[in-house]
């Protein structure tokens, strides 16, 4: 089975982000196994980016695709077909979402691609449920399903 893994900044509290992510969890397990990893969301502080990042980067394995406003802006075919591809070179595929004040350079080097969601700018915590939704549609794109209309 295919695995997906998600490195994320920070826990989810809100209710409604846990269900949607339990939803969209349940509906991948078809297609992939998915492992969410949180890690601790520093407090403000000059090497809260650095540390971050480092722990970031000590969980990146696998392909990885780097979430960044900076990145390629990609569509929901176009994501499918990054981790179609992805499975020829790796078992597993590693999204990251940083933290609030993004990732430091470390982190952009070992990504094997920086996507964008567009322009506008989202709670990470609410990344979370967006990037499990289109992670759903990719998978749905290469096998057929009409989920993707």
């Keep these: 089975m295919k695995k997906v893994r998600i490195i994320c900044v920070g826990k989810i509290k809100e209710p409604y982000l846990r269900d949607g992510l339990a939803d969209y969890l349940k509906r991948l397990s078809r297609f992939c196994s998915v492992e969410i990893t949180e890690l601790a969301d ?7 980016v650095r540390d971050e990042s480092a722990a970031v980067l000590s969980k990146m394995s696998g392909f990885c695709a780097l979430l960044d406003i900076g990145g390629k802006p990609v569509s929901s075919a176009e994501l499918a077909d990054i981790i179609d591809k992805a ?38 915590r609410l990344m979370r449920l967006i990037l499990c939704e289109q992670i759903y549609r990719a998978f749905s794109i290469s096998a057929g399903s009409p989920y993707h209309k």
């Design 42 to 48: 520093l407090p403000d502080a000059p090497t809260a």
């Design 87 to 124: 499975y020829l070179a790796a078992d597993t595929v590693t999204f990251v979402i940083g933290g609030s004040r993004g990732v430091d350079e470390s982190v952009k080097a070992r990504a094997d691609v920086s996507v964008s969601f567009g322009r506008v700018t989202y709670p990470h």
